[in-house]
């Protein structure tokens, strides 16, 4: 669907509700990073470093042997306002820099831009973040909560202006309401000839199948 995968270096965006998968599919992208010998980052706002790692390991994954070796696992905590902020436009950068990190997370950034202020800062910080973020040499998914609204727009309509990939996760409801299922859409890739489909996946224990031959309607 991606037409051979996230552009390197490149940032993407991963927008969905709660319970779409957005940790789920953020985590199969750090591990596959690692498995190719890279350095990855994972940065929190909401779930606890503890929960991440259990969640990891329970699909299997042999995360402890990377943990703070080629893995960093941190939690910010998003109600700190200066700390969060400092973290995110001081500490991370400079983390990846010293790190060599090449694939980075930010799970939800929708948090961060809670942080801030009003419309017009937001935009302007999240346009130097993501600039800056540019210049790091490492492939960034940004994962964010949805407009309250609008299922297909992130929570504040701006991340998917910003970034170079779009990739929308949400809930189809049967008209029978015979049961929810999870679709998938790549919505924006820049440079790229992406699959613009709609279809069906499933989270599972061990990790997320997208039907790629299926049809959601
Ligand atoms: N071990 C598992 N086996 C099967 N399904 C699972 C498992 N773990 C999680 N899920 C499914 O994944 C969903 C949560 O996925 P995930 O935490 O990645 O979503 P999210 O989009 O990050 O949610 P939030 O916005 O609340 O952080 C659960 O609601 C459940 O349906
Ligand atoms: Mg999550």
Known sequence: MLGGGLIKDSVSSLIGTYGTGKTTFAISFIFEGLLKGETCVFISLDERAEMIMESIRRR?????????????????????????????????PAL??????????????????????????????????????????????????TDTQI???SKYGLVEYLVDCV?????VRASDLSGTHLAVEVVKMRRSQHSREIKPYEIQPDDVIVYSEASVF
């Open 167 to 171: 990739v929308l996760l949400r809930y």
């Open 60 to 92: 299997g994954y042999d995360i402890d042997t990377y943990l703070n070796k080629t893995f960093f696992l941190i939690k910010l905590d998003p109600t700190d306002f200066t700390l969060a902020i400092n973290s995110i436009k001081n500490d991370i």
């Open 96 to 145: 990846i820099r010293e790190t060599k990190a090449s694939r980075v997370v930010i799970d939800p950034i929708s948090l961060f831009e809670g942080l801030l202020p009003d419309e017009a800062t937001r935009r302007l910080e999240m346009f130097r973040f993501v600039e800056m973020m540019r210049d790091e040499n490492c492939t960034l998914v940004l994962t964010s909560e």
């Open 151 to 153: 299922p297909y727009a």
